[in-house]
């Protein structure tokens, strides 16, 4: 059993190393008590810059305000008409969240989602609609589009080994299938209701299809 | 009215919005219909009583335009689509199909999670909102001169 004989690091202190804050003895210090998890703290300050790194990369360090001399003068007046106001006593966590969520614009932006959620079933609802794909093989790229033109969905298997040509591809017409017995065994009928061929499932819930051997149904 | 009370309205009006309504009929999907083909795409010229039915024949042409002639190799109608059990469209000793109903909608369109089985390799698994008169179509692999195409109709 590995037991830790150093202390854990001062929180300010690993905050400063992993920003490259700490020299000196501080820094000599700080490392001989991570020395026994040297390995893992380089790990945490390896993270840690490449989160800071993503998000400096995707994240904008400012934001121009919209009508940036409206928006300072709408400041520079809303300082002016508290200056005289007495400052309210500090609300609780849980009244600050009940006023915010009684709140009118709160309620009106649950009114927004809900609405957007309804209209956005609705166009849903136009046509065929895939969700996700996923193909267990690796080599196979699954892409899908709607076809306006023929209102159609569309799933395009791309990678997939193209079947010999001396191979007979066999159809079938069938009219039903009905499950029978044990779980993934099934009947399968043609359009005269006569019995077509049996399926049952292997271990890997792949389908082996048999020929009718009408004595043992 | 309390803000409460409306709170409690707003939170039950979204959550009706985002859970599909099922219309099961014990262990059956209530007038759920699915039929499922598998479709030759080539230049080749195809005999009459093996070409689809117009209207399927023209959503294939406006979809995969590189090729002339759409031969229906195989076909099957499962008037039953049971919510308890796994479903089979076997058009073929070769491609089939099985799904599970996740549900219908008040639209009618149903919902399912479906597999595209290959002999015993299943080439996708999909999640789909199957939605009537349109059309499911599924771009499988190469054979000789043509594709060979998965169709799947919600009827």
């Known amino acids: 059993m590995n037991i830790k004989t150093n202390p854990e690091p001062n929180e300010e202190l690993l905050t400063r190393w992993i920003d490259d804050d700490l020299f000196g003895q501080e820094l000599i210090d700080f490392e001989a008590t991570i020395a026994d998890d040297r390995e893992m703290y380089d790990a945490m300050r390896e993270e840690a810059k490449g989160l800071g790194n993503m998000m400096r990369a995707n994240f904008a360090s400012s934001v121009e305000p919209p009508y940036p001399d409206f928006f300072n003068s709408q400041i520079q007046k809303h300082i002016r008409d508290g200056m005289d106001e007495k400052l309210p006593e500090k609300a609780s966590i849980g009244s600050q969240i009940w006023s915010w969520f009684r709140s009118p614009f709160t309620l009106a932006a649950a009114a927004a989602v809900a609405l957007l959620l309804t209209f956005n079933r609705q166009q849903d609802e136009s046509h065929t609609l895939v969700s996700s794909t996923f193909s267990p093989n690796p080599n196979v790229v699954a892409t899908s589009f709607f076809s306006e033109d023929a209102n159609a969905t569309v799933i395009v298997l791309e990678g997939l080994d193209a079947i010999p040509d001396d191979r007979e591809i066999v159809g079938k017409n069938i009219a039903t299938y009905m499950p029978s017995g044990a779980p993934g065994f099934g009947k399968f009928f043609d359009d005269d209701n006569q019995l077509a061929f049996v399926m049952e499932t292997n271990s890997f819930g792949a389908p082996v299809i048999s020929s009718i051997k009408k004595d043992s149904i | ?155």
């Not at chain 2, 803000?3 to 939170?11: E, Q």
């Not at chain 2, 059956?28 to 030759?40: H, Y």
């Open chain 2, 1 to 155: 009215m309390s803000v409460r009370f409306v709170t409690f309205l707003f939170a039950m009006l979204i959550s009706i919005a985002c859970s599909p309504a099922e219309e099961k009929v014990g262990s059956q999907v209530k007038d759920a219909k699915v039929w499922g083909a598998l479709i030759f795409a080539s230049d080749d010229e195809v005999p009459e009583k093996s070409r689809p039915t117009k209207d399927l024949a023209k959503k294939l042409a406006k979809v995969f335009k590189e090729f002339k002639t759409f031969e229906q190799l195989g076909q099957h109608t499962q008037g039953i689509v049971f919510s308890d059990y796994q479903n089979w469209v076997v058009p073929s000793d070769d491609f089939n199909l099985n799904f599970e109903s996740k549900g219908t909608t008040k639209e009618g369109s149903m919902n399912l999670m479906l597999k595209l089985w290959q002999d015993e390799k299943v080439l996708v698994k999909t999640d789909v909102t199957l939605k009537k008169g349109s059309p499911l179509f599924i771009k499988g692999p190469k054979w000789r001169n043509g594709r060979l195409i998965f169709v799947l109709v919600l009827e």
